[in-house]
């Protein structure tokens, strides 16, 4: 997008209207020149050089997927990784010997990751399972569209064509990120992040051979930063603001989970960080100034909440339910970035309903207390994640070879 329509989008529509939840002060990538100073003691690491992470992308993979794709091997490796799905399970045959080499030492666990908060944050994933998987998927989905860099990358990159598959890949690694098993040696977390890794390293070498593309570097060590706390940080502050009751325990194990998915991602361990605290702080220095309205983003926005309304049982759910709950997952102000409309009737609604379902589930008020209208909602979310969670069995992760088809 030209500078001049990036301009007006962000002068448009009361998209600089309310600032929510997410401390969101001024967008954007306007002003992405403000020194790095999230200290490196707040990390895993708990030391590190302190280089700006928006100009470190992956020196592993990189120059793997750019081998893959400069030797056209990328179709026979996909074919054969295709079938490799646990985290326990041998490479087969055949694959060249530098991705060998790569995956072997990508899919090891940290020497800090620990089996048994990994364990607890399963349990805790399975109890919280519904509010999880509405913030990552449809809350999540909702944000990363109000990121311009990852909004244009994902619009121009090959899936940005086919938004269903898309969505489909992507859950996939939401759900492995959840499942009982993440990280056991029949879960398939290490595989998916792997994988993932090698995506977007395929991506840093395509997109910018793209005729569309005019952002320069992409997916940089910041970029997932970013993304990252859509998720966990994003997720762990909305269960707070609901008043879902959490153990020191289980937000430690949550925090630890999404950790080590950082790790097998290829985020470098001293820019993770290594407690809340840390992740709230860097989570403020990161997020506002890369957030705001593009026209591929409201685009993206549009193609998401259409298949939620649409695919989900049929006539269940109503797109003015669904933009409703969108605009309350993620707030007015990325709602007006992502041009999500406003709901008169449903916006007010759930607004009320909502917390009373969380009470309810909370065990804080009984049944009869949560009127009928409520279970409508409460349905929605459900179908919403029965959305992804169906998209995700119908795929795998793969190597792009091309960038979005004209
Ligand atoms: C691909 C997850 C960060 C852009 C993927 C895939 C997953 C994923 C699971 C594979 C699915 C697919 O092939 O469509 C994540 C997670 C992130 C993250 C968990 C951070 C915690 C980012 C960032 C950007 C980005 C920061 C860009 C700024 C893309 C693009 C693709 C992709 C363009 C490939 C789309 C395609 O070719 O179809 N990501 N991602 N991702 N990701 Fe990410």
Aim: proline share 7%; charged share 20%; glycine share 8%.
């Amino acid at each position: 997008m030209s500078e001049l329509s990036r301009r007006k989008l962000l002068m448009s529509g009361g998209a600089l209207g309310a600032f929510g939840a997410l401390g969101l002060a001024t967008p954007a990538w306007s002003r992405d020149v403000s020194p790095w100073t999230w200290s490196p003691t707040g990390s895993i690491a708990g030391s590190g050089s302190g280089a700006d992470p928006r100009t470190i992308f992956d020196a592993e993979a990189d120059p793997v997927s750019a081998r893959l794709l400069d030797s056209g091997a990328v179709p026979e490796v996909n074919r054969l990784l295709w079938n490799w799905t646990r985290n326990d399970q041998p490479l087969p045959a055949g694959l060249p010997g530098y991705l060998v080499d790569f995956i072997e030492h990508a899919r090891q666990l940290p020497a800090w990751a620990d089996t048994a908060k990994l364990e607890r944050a399963a349990q805790f994933n399975k109890s919280r399972g519904l509010y999880l998987n509405l913030l990552n998927g449809v809350g999540g989905g909702m944000l990363s569209t109000a990121i311009p860099k990852e909004a244009w990358s994902v619009y121009y990159s090959k899936g940005g064509a086919d938004m269903e598959d898309r969505v489909a890949k992507t859950s996939l690694l939401g759900f492995s990120v959840g499942a009982l098993n993440a990280y056991r040696p029949d879960g398939d977390c290490v595989v998916n992040a792997v994988k993932t890794r090698l995506v977007h390293a395929a991506v840093r070498h395509l997109l910018p051979q793209s005729p569309h593309w005019q952002w320069g570097p992409i997916i940089s060590q910041e970029d997932i930063l970013v993304t990252w706390h859509t998720l966990p940080t994003y997720a762990m502050r909305k269960l707070r603001e609901w008043d879902v009751r959490i153990s020191a325990a289980d937000a430690q194990a949550y925090l630890h989970v999404w950790q080590v998915t950082a790790h097998l991602l290829g985020v470098r361990d001293e820019y993770i960080p290594a407690t809340w605290a840390a992740a709230n702080a860097q989570s403020d220095q990161v997020l506002p100034p890369n957030m705001g309205p593009t026209r591929e983003g409201v685009e993206l926005t549009d193609i998401l909440l259409g298949q939620l309304a649409e695919q989900t049982s049929p006539g269940s759910v109503s797109r003015p339910l669904v933009n409703a709950l969108a605009r309350y997952l993620v707030g007015d102000q990325v709602s007006d970035w992502d041009g999500i409309k406003r709901e008169p009737i449903w916006g007010p609604l759930i607004a009320r309903l909502w917390p009373l379902l969380v009470k309810f589930r909370e065990g804080l008020i009984p049944l009869p207390l949560v009127p009928e209208a409520a279970w409508v909602i409460d349905e929605a979310a459900r179908q919403y994640i029965l959305f992804f969670l169906t998209k995700g069995q119908e795929t795998k992760i793969e190597i792009p070879t091309i960038n979005r088809p004209e």
